[in-house]
């Protein structure tokens, strides 16, 4: 099993930035993709970036390309999630997940951490 923990939510107003961490735990990672996805209330959850442990090669849905980066620290065994320009829209609990890298569905997921941004 893979166990993830997030951290880095808060509260901002429109057009700040914040960075969301996630570290991984309980096996290597080299065949994994690591991701981001959100819920507002009321709302589906909504995939919003991933990355390939191993390559390091990533995806972005298109209401935050340009203005989030999703990047990864294995030494660490961490990755993040830098959130620039933010939109009151952006206002989610941000979940971090991870899948095998052959497989469709994401198997592990952090506790969340609430964003919030002020218009």
């Known amino acids: 099993q893979v166990q993830l923990v997030e951290s880095g939510g808060g509260l901002v107003q429109a057009g700040g930035s914040l960075r969301l961490s996630c570290t991984a735990s309980?096996?290597?990672?080299?065949?994994?993709?690591m991701g981001w996805f959100r819920q507002a209330p009321g709302k589906e959850r909504e995939f919003v970036a991933a990355i390939s442990w191993r390559g390091g090669n990533t995806n972005y849905a298109d209401s935050v390309k340009g203005r989030f980066t999703i990047s990864r620290d294995s030494g660490k065994n961490t990755f993040y999630l830098q959130m620039n320009s933010l939109k009151p829209d952006d206002t989610a609990v941000y979940y971090c997940a991870a899948r095998r890298t052959i497989a469709t569905v994401y198997d592990y997921w952090g506790q969340g951490t609430q964003v919030t941004v002020s218009s």
């Open positions: 309980g096996r290597t990672l080299g065949n994994y993709a």
